[in-house]
């Protein structure tokens, strides 16, 4: 009987996700009052959410905003906070929340129209992908790497709201599928989908650019 019951006490403290989440134990010591944890955490994800952000509003000061907006709110949620999942599928379910709620934003949206009417993904390949790759200067090679960037940015930005953050949180906040799943209160199924339409669409969109893409 003693076995039976210390084999159940090692799985509830193995499944704890705050057992081995280092970032859910400083959540969890802001909780009860640390508010050096907090300032921890903010060090340690600020630049992540500010670059997190960036990709859905394509403007740094905008990014750097919503990331105080976004940290103000995990401030305020802290009384609620429970380790139930990795802290950062819970910081970045309110990012992703904040973010759309911002890009959904008349002026939000009239901004990143214009941006996409000056800066067309397919005249950044046109004009700089097919020089570049006659010539191996040094200024060359930002040029294409610029230019590729920037493809990719206008890219993302015209995909679908659900796409868009499924694909980000996946390919550069390194989120596994049941992450984002956790993340955006999809199934992991919906997760795969919407990141395999993401890609289906962005290579559609960026041809002229696949070579360099191909891991994308």
């Keep these: 009987m003693e076995a039976v019951l210390h084999e159940r006490y090692r799985t509830r403290m193995t499944e704890d996700p705050a057992?081995?989440?280092?970032?859910?134990?400083?959540?969890?010591?802001?909780?009860?009052?640390?508010?050096e944890a907090f300032n921890q955490l903010f060090a340690l994800h600020t630049r992540a959410v500010v670059n997190f952000a960036y990709r859905f509003v394509h403007n740094r000061g905008m990014a750097e905003e919503l990331a105080?907006?976004?940290f103000l709110r995990v401030y305020e949620?802290?009384?609620?906070?429970?380790?139930?999942?990795?802290?950062?599928?819970?910081?970045?379910?309110?990012?992703t929340n904040a973010c759309l709620?911002?890009?959904?934003?008349?002026?939000?949206?009239?901004?990143?129209?214009?941006?996409?009417?000056?800066?067309d993904a397919a005249r950044c390949v046109n004009s700089h992908a097919?020089?570049?790759?006659?010539?191996?200067?040094?200024?060359?090679?930002?040029?294409e790497r610029q230019a590729i960037s920037n493809a990719l940015r206008h890219a993302l930005g015209q995909l679908p709201e659900k796409q868009r953050a499924a694909f980000i949180l996946n390919k550069y906040q390194e989120l596994s599928y049941g992450e984002v799943a956790e993340t955006m209160k999809i199934s992991e199924k919906a997760v795969k989908s919407l990141i395999h339409r993401a890609k289906e669409?962005?290579?559609e969109k960026l041809k002229p650019l696949l070579p360099e893409l191909?891991?994308?």
């Design 201 to 203: 669409t962005l290579a």
């Design 77 to 95: 949620a802290a009384a609620g906070y429970q380790a139930q999942a990795k802290f950062t599928t819970w910081l970045y379910r309110i990012a």
């Design 19 to 35: 057992e081995d989440d280092s970032d859910a134990g400083l959540m969890l010591r802001f909780k009860d009052g640390d508010t």
């Design 130 to 143: 097919g020089s570049v790759r006659d010539s191996a200067t040094c200024p060359d090679l930002l040029l």
């Design 214 to 216: 191909i891991n994308i």
């Design 101 to 119: 709620n911002e890009i959904r934003k008349p002026h939000v949206r009239a901004a990143l129209k214009n941006e996409e009417k000056n800066g």
């Design 68 to 70: 105080q907006e976004i």
